[in-house]
Nanobody, 124 residues
Framework: QVQLVESGGGLVQAGGSLRLSCAASGRTFRNYAMGWFRQAPGKEREFVAAITASGGSSFYAAAVKGRFTISRDNAKNTLYLQMNTLKPDDTAVYYC?????????????????WGQGFQVTVSS
């Protein structure tokens, strides 16, 4: 089992920045590829970004590429999502997730462990 706890969300104006953190406990964090997903009201949960277990490779959804950066600190068992140039369309509950493989996962079904979610609201 892996326990994931997100923090760092909140309210920000359009054009602003936020950094989300996801603290992991339980099994060995460095063995797990990680991802960020988000779910806006009335919409499906969608992929945002993913990173390999080593942190050497990452992948982004087209909607956030160039604005968001995923990273991880395996010594601190923590995953990050730096969000810049935020837009009202980025408003959602953001979730971090872990999968039982070291390589990237781009779909919800590939992730076995989820955090509780954290609200990010971008005002216009």
């Amino acid at each position: 089992q892996v326990q994931l706890v997100e923090s760092g969300g909140g309210l920000v104006q359009a054009g602003g920045s936020l950094r989300l953190s996801c603290a992991a406990s339980g099994r060995t964090f460095r063995n797990y590829a990680m991802g960020w997903f988000r779910q806006a009201p009335g919409k499906e949960r969608e992929f945002v970004a993913a990173i390999t277990a080593s942190g050497g490779s990452s992948f982004y959804a087209a909607a956030v590429k160039g604005r968001f950066t995923i990273s991880r600190d395996n010594a601190k068992n923590t995953l990050y999502l730096q969000m810049n140039t935020l837009k009202p369309d980025d408003t959602a509950v953001y979730y971090c997730a872990a999968r039982d493989k070291a390589i990237l996962g781009l779909t919800k079904a590939e992730y076995a462990y989820w955090g509780q979610g954290f609200q990010v609201t971008v005002s216009s």
